[in-house]
């Protein structure tokens, strides 16, 4: 099988998934998927694509993970790895992971600061007199 390449964003993280038909091991930027997320959650949100859609240990995965914190990396590893399983095969994986909703952007980011105020939306403090 040819590697399968593509692209998970989320908030300011993005991940560069390339999977092959292997064993299930997930290397992220030169690390085990264990190694890189220590919380189990992570790990859980990571490989959800892989449970979804009854592919656990059938790919291997290597992707490059940029910016962003941790969480938001975890995710736009999972987007990745859902593109890049419809691309492998659409008919099989497509209709799984749309129900669960893992082939969706999540196009949420933080509202940019604002000038004269101390946030976004917060404003100074208002004094009448």
Do not use: H, W
Not at 99 to 122: F, I
């Amino acid at each position: 099988m040819k590697i399968t390449n593509a692209l998970g964003r989320r908030k300011s993280a993005v991940a560069r998934v390339y999977i092959t038909a292997g064993k299930g091991e997930i290397v992220i930027n030169g690390r085990p998927l264990n190694d890189y997320f220590k919380e189990e959650s992570l790990q859980y949100i990571a490989a959800q694509a892989f449970e979804v859609s009854g592919t656990v240990g059938q790919f291997d995965v290597k992707a490059n993970l940029d910016g962003g914190g941790i969480k938001g990396q975890a995710e736009a590893l999972r987007l990745g790895i859902a593109r890049a399983l419809c691309e492998v095969d659409k008919d099989a994986y497509r209709p799984a992971l749309k129900a669960a909703g893992l082939l969706t952007r999540d196009a949420r980011e933080v509202e940019r600061k604002k000038p004269g105020q101390p946030g976004a939306r917060r404003r100074f403090q208002f004094s009448k007199r």
